[in-house]
């Protein structure tokens, strides 16, 4: 017998319930393709264009200089959690304790904890459709079911909150929220979050809110549009979870750090999570962001008045073409514009504006069914590479149409 040729031990079958991201498929995809020379735009991945300002990286290598390069607490640094729960309150308008504070590594693991700690096999999710997909790839990971609420175009890819009640089963234990949202960029209004927040009360629900975006709120043109938390409103601070974090506002993404702003009744349980992952954030990480959210925001007003004007940019460019309409995103910084090329998916659209365009954008099928006939744009990119892409979209859907 040959032991070199025996097959590998077998996995859990749960593994295959395990969803993923395509941004990060379609950047490996992108960069084979320009390893092998050939130029690619990146309207891909989420993550801000922006260098990290200068006072937060000078604050993280102090901290390391200064022997922050240990162990801490696993919920957070007192520094850190401080300061975090002086930022929330402030942006908020609420009044959020340093004990309401986990620290994370990155927003992310705010998602994983809070679903790990509220669903059981066979309890029922509610998730926008399209959304990010790490919702639904958790949901299921657990042995639960997400039920997808579709997102409007025609509402500014805002829900229907009676298609939401709709969805509301003895099994629904957690509504998923994401305002700015991701992919479409769209906003909810608080009438929109007293809808949910009726919901979660009467039916006794978790809400997490993904606030990960609620920095990049853009104008409305009648100064209307604002960040608005569910959290404020009445009741709901015992059964909201807030994610947030700096890897969007503050250019940060690959310093890993985010946090989640919990009740007393499942704080707990979501450090024991991270204290079973991760131990805690790096230390030296938290100082950084620390004097982030302390320090001059300057940068972070430049950064979204850039996007805003991005923004512009990426949406009339999108609706000059024949085939293409795009709705003006209210926050983050992604177009969703809708794409009519009949006879293909959006994920063939997508991959054939890859491989014979040299741009990578994101179907909109993997952020959930709703998302077919979509294309994501992240406008996280310099204007001349905004204009270039915007071309080879131009080019690649004209082609695609004459065919
Ligand atoms: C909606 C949403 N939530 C959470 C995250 C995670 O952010 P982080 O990089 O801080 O883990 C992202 C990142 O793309 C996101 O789009």
Excluded at 23 to 41: M, Y
Excluded at 135 to 149: K, Q
Aim: glycine content about 8%; overall charge negative; some cysteine.
């Amino acid at each position: 017998m040959n032991l070199d040729s025996l097959a590998p031990p077998p996995l859990s079958p749960r593994m295959a319930d395990l969803g993923t991201e395509s941004a990060f498929e379609v950047l490996a995809r992108a960069r084979a393709l320009e390893a092998t020379g050939r130029r690619i735009v990146h309207l891909q991945i989420g993550e801000p264009d922006f260098e990290t300002a200068p006072h937060v990286i000078e604050a993280g290598i102090k901290a390391l200089r200064d022997g922050f390069t240990h162990y801490g607490p696993t919920a957070g640094l007192p520094v850190a959690r401080d300061a975090i729960a002086r930022y929330v309150s402030r942006t908020r308008g609420i009044d959020v304790s340093p004990d309401s504070v986990i620290v994370t590594p990155g927003g992310k693991p705010v998602i994983y904890y809070s679903i790990l700690a509220i669903l059981d096999r066979g309890d029922e999710a509610i998730i926008p459709d399209p959304s990010f997909p790490i919702y639904e790839s958790v949901v299921r990971y657990v042995g639960a079911t997400p039920v997808p609420v579709p997102l409007d175009y025609d509402r500014d890819f805002r829900f229907d909150p009676d298609e939401m009640r709709r969805r509301i089963t003895p099994r629904t234990r957690l509504i998923v929220l994401n305002s700015p949202h991701n992919p479409t960029g769209g906003v909810l209004t608080p009438s929109d979050l007293e809808d949910v927040a009726d919901m979660a009360r009467e039916h006794d629900l978790w809400v997490l809110s993904d606030e990960i975006y609620s920095r990049l709120v853009y104008d409305d043109g009648a100064g209307g549009r604002a960040h608005h938390s569910i959290a404020c409103l009445p009741g709901m601070r015992d059964r909201t979870i807030i994610l947030d974090g700096f890897s969007k506002a503050y250019a940060m993404t690959g310093w890993r750090l985010g946090y989640g702003i919990a009740p007393a009744s499942i704080l707990p349980h979501l450090v024991r999570l991270q204290v079973n992952v991760a131990s805690c954030t790096a230390s030296f990480v938290q100082i950084a962001g620390a004097a982030a959210l302390d320090g001059p925001q300057d940068r972070v007003d430049d950064m979204v008045a850039e996007f805003e004007a991005r923004r512009t940019l990426v949406v009339d460019g999108l609706n000059e073409i024949d085939g293409v309409e795009c709705r003006d995103p209210g926050g983050a910084f992604y177009a969703f514009p809708r794409i009519d090329v009949p006879g293909m998916t959006a994920k063939q659209v997508a991959d054939s504006l890859l491989h014979e365009e040299g741009v990578a954008v994101l179907s909109g099928a993997a952020f959930g069914a709703n998302g077919e006939g979509f294309l994501r744009l992240s406008f996280a990119n310099s204007r001349s590479e905004l204009v270039e892409g915007l071309a080879r979209i131009r080019h690649g859907i004209t082609r695609l149409r004459q065919r």
